[in-house]
C-alpha cells in the first residue's frame, strides 16, 4: 500500500514562512516527478511546484521567487519551503507524485491546510 505522508502547514501571518514536506511510503518505485498542488475555496486545483527525479523544477508564477522545492530521491521525500507568504496562498497543499512506470501512475496525499491571516 503506498501513502504519501504529508506534513506542515498551518496558520501564519502575511510576510512569514512555513515548510512543507511528503514522504512516499509503501512500496513505490520508478517515481518521476514529484510535487505539490494547492485548491483555494473555490477555485480548482492548481500546480504550484514539482519537481523530475533529475533536479529540473516548474513553479506557478504565482509563487516564484518566494517557493523553493527540493526533493531527496533516497528518501523518497519532497520539500516545499515558502517565503513571504500571502493570503492568497491560503489553500489546501497536496503532494503529488507521477509514477514512470505501473498500474498506478499518479498518487496524492490528503492535504494539508495552510492559512495566511494575521
Known amino acids: 500500500q503506498v501513502q504519501l505522508v504529508e506534513s506542515g502547514g498551518g496558520l501564519v501571518q502575511p510576510g512569514g514562512s512555513l515548510r512543507l514536506s511528503c514522504a512516499a511510503v509503501?512500496?513505490?518505485?520508478?517515481?518521476?516527478?514529484m510535487g505539490w498542488y494547492r485548491q483555494a475555496p473555490g477555485k480548482e486545483r492548481e500546480l504550484v511546484a514539482r519537481v523530475t527525479s533529475g533536479g529540473s523544477t516548474q513553479y506557478a508564477d504565482s509563487v516564484k521567487g518566494r517557493f523553493t522545492i527540493s526533493r531527496d530521491n533516497a528518501k523518497k521525500m519532497v520539500v516545499l519551503e515558502m517565503n513571504s507568504l500571502k493570503p492568497e496562498d491560503t489553500a489546501v497543499y497536496y503532494c503529488?507524485?507521477?509514477?514512470?512506470?505501473?498500474?498506478?501512475?499518479?498518487?496524492w496525499g490528503k492535504g494539508t491546510l495552510i492559512t495566511v491571516s494575521s
Open positions: 503529488n507524485v507521477d509514477l514512470s512506470s505501473g498500474p498506478i501512475r499518479t498518487y
Open positions: 509503501g512500496n513505490i518505485y520508478n517515481i518521476n516527478t
